[in-house]
């Protein structure tokens, strides 16, 4: 069975022919998607988006890149969202939350600040009602792992994981299950290939970041990549199979198993 455990569905991008794109997917196998929300102004449209077909599943959460524009009080909506959606079972999840260290408005001190106290505010969300969380992960493993010691939360996905294996082992033993997507496609992407052979399968998932992270075959050299959507999963199944000497069925199997592990509202929306 074939899960995309962190797609956008609700973007801009998919607004011409969002429900083809739905239908692309289930015709490739695939037969969950999880839509996280990454705005206050979002959540209620990852909410009714999730409800609208078979397998849609959604996460509330404000993204490290919406952070700057966020205002505090979007916490408290935040936690009254989830608090509403409790008894939803196509809520799985809070996110995307994180910390990203790579966008240079985001690296300043007062940004960086900003972001580490709502990164920590959302994962006190996610202790309060016993929820795992989607993490944005980029250039921020040490520091998202030091609030996760600081704040045990019930796991969750390091979503588009690029540490080191000694950083995706603590991860692990957080409970988390590690995002293998369109980057892990690339042949240059040595680091994600390596941790995608040397880790155990029961820790990885399947993710598209779609719109974002088009796998390789997107991507045609001095040109603009194409869209991305939930229907790669199939291939990038097929890339991370090679890489392991397994089949496909083993791989598609081995992930859908650890996401329901890693997001346990997941497994009732099958």
């Given at each position: 069975m074939l899960m995309d455990t962190h797609c956008h569905l609700d973007a801009s991008e998919f607004d011409t022919d969002r429900r083809a794109v739905i239908d692309r997917a289930r015709s490739q196998g695939v037969?969950?998607?999880?839509?996280?929300?990454?705005?206050?102004?979002?959540?209620a449209a990852v909410r009714e988006l999730a409800r609208s077909f078979d397998g849609g599943c959604y996460a509330l959460g404000i993204h490290p890149l919406y952070v700057p524009q966020a205002q505090w009080s979007d916490l408290d909506a935040l936690r009254a969202a989830v608090r509403d959606s409790m008894d939803d079972a196509r809520?799985?999840?809070i996110g995307e939350i994180g910390l990203d260290f790579f966008v240079?408005?985001?690296t300043g001190p007062a940004m960086r600040e900003k972001q580490e106290a709502?990164?920590?505010?959302?994962l006190d969300v996610a202790r309060e009602f016993e929820l795992p969380v989607l993490l944005h992960v980029r250039r921020s493993q040490d520091r998202l792992l030091k609030y996760l010691r600081q704040r045990p939360v019930q796991g969750g996905i390091a979503h588009a994981f690029n540490g080191s294996f000694q950083q995706a082992g603590q991860f692990i033993d957080h409970g988390f299950a590690l995002g293998l997507g369109?980057?892990?496609?690339?042949?240059r992407a040595l680091r994600i290939r390596r941790l995608a052979t040397r880790l155990a399968l029961e820790n990885l998932v399947l993710e598209t970041d779609a719109p974002?992270?088009?796998p390789e075959w997107l991507c045609s050299p001095g040109r603009v990549a194409e869209r991305n959507e939930p229907c790669q999963v199939g291939r990038i199944a097929s890339v991370l199979?090679?890489?392991?000497?397994?089949?496909?069925?083993?791989?598609?199997?081995a992930t859908a198993d650890a996401a329901c592990r890693v997001?346990?509202?997941l497994a009732g929306n099958l």
């Open positions: 037969r969950a998607i999880v839509i996280p929300a990454v705005r206050r102004g979002n959540f809520f799985v999840a240079p408005e985001l709502f990164y920590q505010a959302q369109g980057a892990m496609t690339f042949e974002d992270i088009s199979a090679q890489l392991r000497g397994e089949t496909v069925r083993e791989i598609a199997r997001l346990p509202r």
